[in-house]
């Protein structure tokens, strides 16, 4: 069988008041159990933990300082994990958490367990969902973003693809949202300096931002000889019809 992993933004997950998007979550579900007929093994990479701790935790808006982002992320992955168990669950499938930090994946010997435990669980079955343990990464061990996390992941699982779920349905040529003129690209075989401005580094551009470290994960992945594919998590049964070869988003290989 094939392995596909997908990562899925916090905003994608967790709407603007800290609720969790049980509704995509179980459509997700779905989606895993229709690919694992069609051959395919999903793991995924959730973000989310931070965004749906911090309002049960009284926060209105997220906290800036280190210690209250732990504190939101210790109890949000509780709550993350437990949406994610239910929903696998109502498709017939088991999943299971695993939290990764930076030094499991710089160090040989952590690399390799991470590595085996991820496959283990795959070949058993299991749907593993994968965050980074923002309750002990603080600062410089920190991926810093799932985008990074995902990237690191496929490689560890050897992925056949992966798939970055987002709010916008690709990558263009400049953020939309500020040049309406902007491009959509399709395809993406090679990273120039072009991609990576319009992609919002250099340039400046303020708000999200979330683009360069998508681009920055396409590139680990092509380096890796793994295609990845950037699209909107709203378009429906995405998975699956990338998994039959559909052109969706932009594609990088
Ligand atoms: P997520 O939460 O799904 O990880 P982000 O909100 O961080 O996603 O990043 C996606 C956003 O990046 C888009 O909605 C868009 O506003 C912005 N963006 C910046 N540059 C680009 C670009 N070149 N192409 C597409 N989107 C861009």
Request: proline share 4%.
């Amino acid at each position: 069988p094939k392995t596909m992993v997908v990562k899925i933004g916090s905003s994608t997950l967790v709407d603007s008041d800290g609720q969790i998007r049980s509704e995509f979550i179980a459509d997700l579900a779905r989606q895993a159990a229709r690919l694992r007929e069609l051959g395919w093994n999903l793991v995924v990479v959730s973000s989310g933990a931070i965004a749906s701790g911090a309002p049960l935790l009284g926060f209105h808006t997220r906290p800036t300082d280190m210690p209250s982002l732990q504190a939101c992320a210790s109890v949000g992955q509780c709550v993350l994990s437990a949406a994610w168990d239910e929903g696998f669950q109502s498709s017939g499938l088991i999943s299971s958490l695993v939290l990764i930090t930076r030094h499991d994946t710089a160090r040989r010997a952590s690399y390799l367990h991470a590595r085996d435990a991820l496959t283990r669980l795959v070949e058993l079955g299991v749907v593993p969902v994968v965050n980074e343990n923002d309750t002990v990464s603080v600062d410089e061990i920190r991926f810093g973003d799932n985008d990074t996390l995902a990237a690191l992941v496929s490689c560890l699982v050897s992925a056949d693809l992966c798939v970055i779920l987002s709010d916008i349905d690709g990558l263009y040529t400049a953020n939309p949202s500020l040049v309406p003129d902007a491009e959509f690209i399709p395809v993406v075989t090679r990273i120039d300096a072009s991609i990576v401005e319009g992609a919002g580094d250099s340039s400046g551009a303020v708000g999200t931002g979330g683009m360069i470290t998508k681009v920055q994960a396409a590139r680990i992945l092509m380096t890796a000889g793994i295609p990845s594919v950037i699209c909107s998590g709203a378009e429906p049964h995405v998975l699956e019809r990338l998994a039959t070869g559909e052109a969706i988003g932009t594609r990088f290989e």
